[in-house]
């Protein structure tokens, strides 16, 4: 099953930001070119096989969410119809659902 890949716009501000972090801390473009080539290799792999990210879930549900880890990020994504979209690319230390959820609890 391949569908069709996605990006939200607060996903491409945050590969944007991603980006912009890596060449900050490398000083190289072709390091920063390289780590975002490599984490978008991951959202592509998932392509073929949608469901074979991990489910979020929360308060003993599923948030409609899946994510996949590459290095220092996370990257959610929701899967409708033929359609993957990469909702956000967040930093695995940040309150993730927070971020996508709205709450404040952390569970």
């Known amino acids: 099953m391949s569908v069709q890949l996605l990006y939200s716009d ?7 930001q991603i980006w912009t972090g890596v060449l ?5 473009f072709d390091t920063a070119d390289k780590y975002i080539q490599e984490l978008q290799q991951t959202i592509i792999d998932k392509n073929s096989f949608p469901y ?13 969410y899946y994510y996949v ?8 994504y929701v899967v ?3 359609v993957l979209l990469v909702s956000r690319i967040l930093p695995w230390k940040s309150n993730y659902i927070q971020i996508l959820l ?3 609890r952390k569970d």
């Open 24 to 28: 900050e801390a490398s000083a190289d």
């Open 102 to 104: 709205g709450s404040d």
């Open 52 to 64: 074979s990210g991990a489910p979020l879930n929360f308060n003993g549900g599923f948030t409609s």
């Open 10 to 16: 607060d996903a491409l501000s945050d590969l944007d």
């Open 80 to 82: 409708r119809d033929d």
């Open 69 to 76: 880890v590459f290095k220092a990020y996370i990257v959610f």
